[in-house]
């Protein structure tokens, strides 16, 4: 059920240069389905910007009822977003939209996650998930710079992770294609959330195999109503178009036009 619910900001804190998590606690987070979906924030009380923003849920803690999100403070939304204190209310509309499917895979195979920049928050909790499943996980993470690379550690503690710079600055130098060329494609299923050019890539190089990928549009409403964030499909697929918010983010490799 989707919801509108003011959350009490539980902590933020800095994890990476103007890069924030935020943990934020209510009921609504026993609403939380599917690693990938995604919540709807009012970032400020005032009128102005009145249009919410779109940030991934990133961990689900159904226990303490609390969920966390990592964003980039870059906008003006994102930067009032990133003042919240510990105490403070956050108006959330969600859980919103489809996200990655994990009965897709089974105990004893693996999967590949392939994250960039931005994109890599929701695949903590998918990682998570798959490795309660039983499946072996395979993260392959791409940001611009070691400025900017946050949660290796805990992508460590759940399997293989390999970290790639497009300066070299950290991990290995180059795009997560790079790293992807000089791994066993010996997966069953692989998993994606990053900029378009990436999730392109991907498709490209995984003809034969299941996918599933994460997409970012800019949104209005985020529940389906007002069409701002449509996109092509390819001409495989039926309808000539779907709605990132309510028919994705996450979209099965060859429905979107890439
Ligand atoms: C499904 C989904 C999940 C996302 N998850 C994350 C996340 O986990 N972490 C994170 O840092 N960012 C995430 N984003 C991107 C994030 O929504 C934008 O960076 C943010 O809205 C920018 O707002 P701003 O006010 O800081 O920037 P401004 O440039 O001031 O924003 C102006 C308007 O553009 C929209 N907008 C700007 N950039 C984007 C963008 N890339 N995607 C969609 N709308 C945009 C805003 O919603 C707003 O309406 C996600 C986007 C989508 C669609
Ligand atoms: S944002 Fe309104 S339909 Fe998707």
Redesign the pocket.
């Known amino acids: 059920m989707i919801r509108q619910e003011q959350m009490e900001v539980v902590q933020q804190r800095s994890i990476a240069t103007n890069i924030f998590e935020l943990t934020l606690t209510g009921s609504l987070v026993l609403d939380m389905k599917q690693p990938g979906q995604?919540v709807h924030l009012r970032v400020s009380d005032q009128m102005e910007?009145l249009?919410r923003?779109?940030?991934?849920i990133?961990t689900i803690n159904k226990e303490t009822l609390e969920f966390t999100?990592?964003?980039?403070a870059?906008?003006?939304?994102?930067?009032l977003l990133s003042e919240k204190k510990q105490g403070d209310q956050v108006d959330v509309l969600g859980p919103l939209?489809n996200g990655f499917p994990i009965d897709k895979i089974e105990a004893g195979q693996k999967a590949l996650l392939v994250g960039g920049g931005?994109g890599v928050?929701?695949l903590y909790e998918l990682s998570k998930k798959l490795v309660e499943k039983g499946v072996q996980p395979i993260h392959v993470l791409g940001f611009q710079s070691e400025s900017v690379v946050f949660y290796e550690k805990q992508f460590i503690e759940l399997g293989d992770t390999h970290i790639v710079t497009a300066d070299g600055s950290y991990g290995s130098a180059g795009f997560v294609t790079n790293v992807l060329e000089t791994l066993q494609d010996d997966f069953a299923v692989y998993y994606s959330c990053g900029p378009t050019q990436m999730l392109a890539a991907l498709e490209k190089m995984y003809p034969e195999k299941e996918g599933y990928l994460s997409f970012?549009?800019?949104?209005g409403c985020g529940i389906g109503a007002c069409f701002a964030c449509v996109c092509d499909t390819t001409e495989k697929i039926e309808a000539d178009y779907v709605k990132?918010c309510s028919d994705g983010?996450v979209f099965p490799s060859g429905v979107v036009q890439v």
């Not at 999100?69 to 980039?72: A, D, K, P, T």
């Not at 970012?216 to 949104?219: D, F, N, W």
């Open positions: 995604f910007p249009l923003r779109p940030i991934s990133s999100m990592i964003y980039r870059d906008g003006r939304g994102t930067a939209g931005i928050p929701p970012e549009q800019r949104m990132v983010p």
